[in-house]
């Protein structure tokens, strides 16, 4: 296995393990994040999780990472940043 693979096999696991906690999330009643979102409010957050030293913190870091990204793209209407790269 080359390092591409490695890199694409982990950024994929990753996904999954954030997917997973998003659903988990969604199912304890947590929603809005795409369309409410206060992205200052999601780097507080972001931080706070990073600060833990836990598997589960890293992927709420990781989460919050994602939904400040998400935001971000659909006030600057950057739907397709980071397409064919």
Not at 33 to 62: F, I, M, T
């Amino acid at each position: 296995m080359n390092e591409s693979d490695r890199i694409n096999m982990a950024i994929d696991r990753f996904a999954e393990v954030m997917k997973a906690r998003m659903n988990t999330k969604r199912h304890q009643g947590w929603k809005g994040w795409d369309y409410r979102s206060n992205p200052n409010q999601l780097l507080y957050n972001a931080a706070k999780a990073v600060a833990n030293d836990d598997l589960e913190s890293a992927v709420d870091c990781a989460n919050y990472c994602m939904m400040i990204w998400n935001v971000k793209c659909k006030e600057g209407n950057l739907h397709d940043y980071g397409k064919g790269k």
